[in-house]
């Protein structure tokens, strides 16, 4: 059985930082895109980043350009967050997901596995 696991998330004051982490237990992680995603309260799921196979290509939406970094690490079979200069309103639970597509400049239209998703909460 497939699983995403998060880890890394918690409080945080505006301004800060955090890193997340997502392990996957895919046999074949390395042909799989990864995106993160995340909801806040009330609100749509939004893709926050995605990164390809080898993590050559990485796409931002404009709202966490120069504050997100994604990287992975193909041989530890996971995938990572760094999220600095944090607002209240990235404020949201935070999820990690594998898919065999990778679409430039965007996430994928699909997603085959998710995780269970991690708290992120950016006080003011």
């Known amino acids: 059985q497939v699983q995403l696991v998060e880890s890394g998330g918690g409080l945080v004051q505006a301004g800060g930082f955090l890193r997340l982490s997502c392990a996957a237990s895919l046999r074949t992680f390395s042909k799989y895109a990864m995106g993160w995603f995340r909801q806040a309260q009330g609100k749509e799921r939004e893709c926050v980043t995605a990164i390809s196979w080898t993590g050559g290509n990485t796409y931002y939406p404009d709202s966490v350009k120069g504050r997100f970094t994604i990287s992975r690490d193909n041989p530890k079979n996971t995938v990572y967050l760094q999220m600095s200069s944090l607002k209240p309103e990235d404020t949201a639970v935070y999820y990690c997901?594998?898919?065999?597509?990778?679409?430039?400049?965007?996430?994928?239209?699909?997603?085959?596995?998710w995780g269970q998703g991690t708290q992120v909460t950016v006080s003011s």
């Open positions: 997901a594998a898919s065999r597509v990778y679409v430039r400049g965007g996430c994928a239209p699909n997603y085959d596995y």
